[in-house]
Structure formats: C-alpha cells, structure tokens
C-alpha cells in the first residue's frame, strides 16, 4: 500500500495486478469450461456468469493499473473490455440492442490493451505484441465469413496473447517503482 502524489490512499500496484491475474484465471477456467460443451443447464449459466463478471473485474483492474500511461486509452480500452462483457452476459437474453459478436469488442479491448502494454515501462513490452495478436485474432469476428475462414487461428491467437498476460500478472505483477514513476508523471507518457 502506498500513497498517490497528491496524498491520497491507493493500493500497490503489484497487488491490483496480481488480483486481475487471478481474476483472469478465473475467467480463463470458467470460460474454457463453459466452451468445452461438457458443460450444461445450470453449470453451464454459472460458468458464463462467471467468465463475463470475472472478467468485468480484470477490466477494471486493468484500467487503474494502466490509467497512469494514458487516462483516456485506458478507459476506451475499458469502455471496449466491458460493452463485450456486457453482450456476453446479455445476447443470450436477447437483451444487448446490438447483434455484434462479444469478440469483437474483446479484439478492440486486447489491442488497446496491447498498445498500453507497449506505452508503459512496468512491464515486457512482448506482453503487448501478443495482446495485439490477441485483438487481431478476436476482431476476425467482425465478420461470420472472416472468423469461420480463420478458425482455429483466431483462438490460437487469443489464446497466445491474454494467457501469457494472464500468468504474467498473477505470477509477476508490474515493477511497481516504474509504475510509480509513471503515475507521477516521472516518465514521459502520452495522456
């Protein structure tokens, strides 16, 4: 725990990221679970809750964690990360107005998210390449014809990009120094 410049209490940096990771564990288990087809009636609806609300939590997680790179990339990303989350949950009650596959918004989120990655200094810039092959694996379903062309690489794709990130976070976390230089403005970073 530590303090932000202005003296506000806010949580170390290492632990919101070690959270998200093990929120994206769980996500990553209840959504491969839910995937298999082994899976029905009430399981099934549990492990889709699950996965959209564990993942809705990695989301914001990963906003603070990267709203000190950009504050405005950040929350787009996090904008993009919770419409898919939203969907997920809602489409099968035909309850989201739009019909657009919750994919896409993951392939907009995991690119943001890439790009983050890519701006800040607390973590392996190679965590951000993959998270952008994620997103461009996930935004193949913008288009039916276009995902069904490149199944299974699109999976494969997200799959090499958010489980690294995923372990990276639980098992590693961020430098928090260099997190703490970014978020006082230490390190020169776009807004």
Known sequence: MGTAPDGAFVSSPQFRARLAGAFYLINTITSLTGFSGKV????????????SLSYMAVIVLLYFLFKPVSRS???????????GSTNELLWRYDLFPFHIHSLVYF???????????L????????????????????????SPHLAALCKPYNYIGGGIGEIPLMLWLLIMGVS????????????????
């Open 40 to 51: 029905s009636g009430w399981a099934l609806t549990a492990c889709n809750w699950m996965a």
């Open 73 to 83: 990339l950040s929350l787009i990303a996090a904008l993009f990360g919770l419409a």
């Open 107 to 117: 392939g907009f989120y995991c690119t943001l998210l890439g790009v983050l990655i």
């Open 119 to 142: 701006l800040a200094g607390f973590m392996p810039r190679l965590l951000g390449a993959l998270m952008l092959l994620a997103g461009a694996g996930w935004l193949t379903f913008v």
């Open 176 to 191: 928090s120094g260099r997190w703490l230089e970014q978020s006082r403005g230490e390190v020169s970073s776009p807004s």
